[in-house]
């Protein structure tokens, strides 16, 4: 089988989780990585006998071999590699959040609509197969005139500790789930009306709650808490309702359906979207990447998800970090 040589720009924890997917991906080759901390670099590329290794990723770039990159480093450093992948005609796929302003955004969906090659942003929950469910139910008609969205997308503080001095909670999960409600539903946030609570001073805050008024009337809210007990049983609490005029859909993800008790007591480990099995990496991360591959390889461009529906989950998160900095309901701009 002929694979896609691919290259991962940023070698953080969610980096390294990317070159598991692709190590565990038939059709794709861990080709190249790239970061500039030197011994970072080093302790990944023995571990995956990657031979290409770079400090900076314009000289991987010119490596003609390499076909298309991933992007994830920190949100607000993601445009400048993505640009320059972009231009040295290199396949995308850009983690999430697109980037850190509206403007970034277009600059990289101008860049992406410019090239033959392809671009993509990594909404890993489009391909948990539940929440493809409920856009498939939404387009079936099941909840009628959607009056009200709700999700959770809470994670305990020990996660959060390192994360909080880069991102803040509404736009680093809630961003997940204001893309699924767009996917799904149809609607366009219209307002949005957020409060935050700082507890630990880590440089953003440590919750956020953000009410949205949809095109349509409905309301969507977000519930953003970085501050769980230490000793939650499940790394992500994530839960979705959507309730209309005819039916309602609900996704449940927060107990699922393996449990782990030990002397330590009750945990619900991962089962979706990143779990090894076999010594493979396998969920939602190494299906969407592998997903990638194949439009590479069959020369079709993405359609899951569109660089403008991401910019779009980017503005809206946007709009409710601005109103709970202000205290003010904020319109939100199309």
């Given at each position: 089988?002929?694979?896609?040589?691919?290259?991962?720009?940023?070698?953080?924890?969610?980096?390294?989780?990317?070159?598991?997917?692709?190590?565990?991906?038939?059709?794709?080759?861990?080709?190249?990585?790239?970061?500039?901390?030197?011994?970072?670099?080093?302790?990944?590329?023995?571990?995956?006998?990657?031979?290409?290794?770079?400090?900076?990723?314009?000289?991987?770039?010119?490596?003609?071999?390499?076909?298309?990159?991933?992007?994830?480093?920190?949100?607000?450093?993601?445009?400048?590699?993505?640009?320059?992948?972009?231009?040295?005609?290199?396949?995308?796929?850009?983690?999430?959040?697109?980037?850190?302003?509206?403007?970034?955004?277009?600059?990289?969906?101008?860049?992406?609509?410019?090239?033959?090659?392809?671009?993509?942003?990594?909404?890993?929950?489009?391909?948990n197969p539940r929440y493809a469910m409920v856009k498939r139910k939404c387009e079936e008609g099941v909840p009628g005139r959607i009056v009200?969205?709700?999700?959770?997308?809470?994670?305990?503080?020990?996660?959060?500790?390192?994360?909080?001095?880069?991102?803040?909670?509404?736009?680093?999960?809630?961003?997940?789930?204001?893309?699924?409600?767009?996917?799904?539903?149809?609607?366009?946030?219209?307002?949005?009306?957020?409060?935050?609570?700082?507890?630990?001073?880590?440089?953003?805050?440590?919750?956020?709650?953000?009410?949205?008024?949809?095109?349509?009337?409905?309301?969507?809210?977000?519930?953003?808490?970085?501050?769980?007990?230490?000793?939650?049983?499940?790394?992500?609490?994530?839960?979705?309702?959507?309730?209309?005029?005819?039916?309602?859909?609900?996704?449940?993800?927060?107990?699922?359906?393996?449990?782990?008790?030990?002397?330590?007591?009750?945990?619900?480990?991962?089962?979706?979207?990143?779990?090894?099995?076999?010594?493979?990496?396998?969920?939602?991360?190494?299906?969407?990447?592998?997903?990638?591959?194949?439009?590479?390889?069959?020369?079709?461009?993405?359609?899951?998800?569109?660089?403008?529906?991401?910019?779009?989950?980017?503005?809206?998160?946007?709009?409710?970090?601005?109103?709970?900095?202000?205290?003010?309901?904020?319109?939100?701009?199309?």
């Open positions: 089988m002929e694979r896609v040589k691919h290259g991962i720009i940023g070698l953080g924890w969610f980096g390294e989780k990317h070159c598991e997917a692709v190590d565990s991906i038939p059709n794709m080759e861990l080709y190249a990585v790239c970061t500039r901390t030197e011994s970072r670099l080093a302790e990944v590329a023995e571990r995956f006998g990657v031979e290409h290794a770079y400090t900076d990723y314009n000289e991987m770039l010119a490596n003609p071999e390499l076909e298309s990159v991933s992007v994830v480093t920190m949100w607000d450093q993601h445009v400048e590699p993505a640009l320059a992948s972009i231009a040295a005609g290199k396949h995308v796929f850009c983690e999430k959040p697109m980037a850190s302003t509206v403007d970034d955004c277009q600059r990289m969906v101008d860049a992406a609509n410019a090239a033959d090659s392809y671009f993509m942003v990594g909404h890993i929950c489009r391909f009200s969205m709700w999700a959770r997308r809470n994670i305990p503080a020990w996660v959060t500790t390192g994360i909080l001095p880069k991102i803040g909670p509404i736009v680093g999960d809630g961003v997940h789930d204001m893309d699924i409600m767009l996917w799904a539903s149809g609607l366009k946030p219209i307002k949005v009306y957020a409060k935050t609570v700082d507890v630990r001073g880590l440089g953003n805050p440590d919750l956020g709650w953000s009410m949205f008024t949809m095109d349509n009337g409905a309301v969507a809210v977000l519930e953003n808490v970085w501050f769980l007990p230490d000793k939650t049983a499940m790394q992500i609490d994530e839960r979705m309702e959507i309730i209309g005029t005819d039916g309602s859909i609900h996704v449940q993800e927060s107990a699922p359906s393996f449990a782990v008790c030990d002397k330590d007591g009750w945990s619900y480990p991962d089962t979706t979207y990143w779990m090894t099995a076999r010594g493979r990496l396998v969920g939602a991360l190494p299906t969407e990447l592998r997903y990638f591959a194949d439009c590479i390889q069959e020369g079709v461009a993405p359609t899951v998800i569109t660089p403008e529906e991401s910019m779009a989950t980017v503005r809206a998160c946007l709009a409710a970090e601005e109103s709970a900095a202000t205290g003010k309901e904020v319109e939100i701009d199309w």
